[in-house]
């Protein structure tokens, strides 16, 4: 009985250790892509990159920035940067964040940050614009 209260307690340790740094700390930069690009003229759509930026702690993503990405805003495209601040991470490393443009409204940002150092997620707009992005990132 013993044994196994024993074993039960060193596998929840080793869990909650591995859980709770999901994000390797350091600076990382990528490349986002947006699927949904339209031109005058165009029939179908275009694909544009762009570049993110950001810097990963245990529990949070700061200084995260989006630039050079265009994004629909109405009948043509625009380019937006994005930045947040600092974007809160949950055990398994994932979390939301909003930044709000005055021209055009605000973005949605989603993002998950692994612990074998690569990262990935999601900027959606919610005001004038549409479209979706999505970004990946590893360390620098």
Known sequence: ???RTLAVAAACTLGLSASASAAEPGPYSGASTNKEI????DIEPQTDKGKVTFKAKSKAVTKFKLKDQEIMCGASPAEVRVSVA???????????????NPNV???KVKIKVRDNGKASGTITPTGLCSGKVTFTAKPK
């Open 38 to 41: 339209y031109r005058y003229g």
């Open 105 to 107: 409204g605000a973005f």
């Open 1 to 3: 009985m013993t044994t």
């Open 86 to 100: 600092r974007i809160e991470l949950d055990s398994r490393g994932k979390g939301k964040g909003t930044y709000t």
